[in-house]
Structure formats: C-alpha cells, structure tokens
C-alpha cells in the first residue's frame, strides 16, 4: 500500500471517529428541567408512536434541540398517567419547538425534522 491511499485511509478513520463522538455524545439534548423536559418526553413519545417503517431496526432518531420559541401563549401537550393508564391533557406555559434528528445505523445522520405544536392559546386567543 504505498503512502497516499495509507493517509486516505487514516484521514477517513479519523473522521469516522469524529462523526461517531459527534452522534453520540454531542448530539442529543443533555439535562432538561420543568416545562422543557416535560415537552422533550411528549415529543419523545409522539415520535415513538408515529415512526413506524421497515428500517425501523437501523434507523434511530435523537431529539437534539428544545427551544422556546415564545414565553407568550401555552402549549398543551398529553402525558401518560401511570397509576390510571389514561392520557391527561397539560399546559406548559410559552411555545415550543424541539429538532429530531434521524441516524442510519445509531450513526450517520440522514435527516433532521422540527416538531412544533400548532394551536393552545395565546393572549386567551385560539390558535
């Protein structure tokens, strides 16, 4: 193997590291607290239940970003009652978008899609 394709080679492990640490570590959302976990889980939830394919085995999705987009309005997400097995309807003050990003085989990212409940209320007006 002469000395070009052994640094190509080097070159591509190395970035096939980088990308790794990048999907893995850097990637999802870290700690959330209050409203910002509650609608992380809800949007964690939804995903689960509406992705539905035959790649599902090597295709994984992350949430990567939680934002506030308004601290005016709420939003109303559903959340599982454990004790009753029922779904309850709560309100999380402000609005809320969350990214999910989508991985062929945990690592290569594929495609990234927004998630943002459209409706609630805002000022007291429907949405």
Same mark, same amino acid.
């Given at each position: 193997?002469?000395? =070009? &394709? ?5 070159? #591509?492990?190395?970035?096939?590291? !980088?990308? +790794?640490? /990048? ?38 999705? =992350? &949430? ?5 987009? #308004?601290?005016?309005?709420?939003? !109303?997400? +559903?959340? /599982? ?47």
């Amino acid at each position: 193997m002469n000395s =070009r &394709i052994r640094n190509m080679l080097v070159i #591509t492990i190395f970035f096939v590291i !980088i990308l +790794l640490v /990048k999907s893995l570590w850097l990637d999802p959302v870290g700690q959330l607290e209050g409203d910002m976990k509650k609608y992380h889980d809800f949007v964690l939830l939804n995903v689960e239940s509406s992705y539905d394919s035959i790649l599902k085995p090597i295709i994984s999705y =992350r &949430i990567v970003d939680i934002k506030q987009v #308004t601290a005016d309005g709420e939003t !109303i997400i +559903l959340t /599982k009652d454990i004790e009753n097995n029922q779904w309850v309807s709560e309100t999380l003050e402000g609005q809320y978008r969350a990214k999910i990003r989508f991985y062929f085989m945990h690592i290569l990212p594929y495609r990234d899609t927004q998630v943002q409940i459209k409706g609630g209320t805002e000022n007291g007006n429907q949405m």
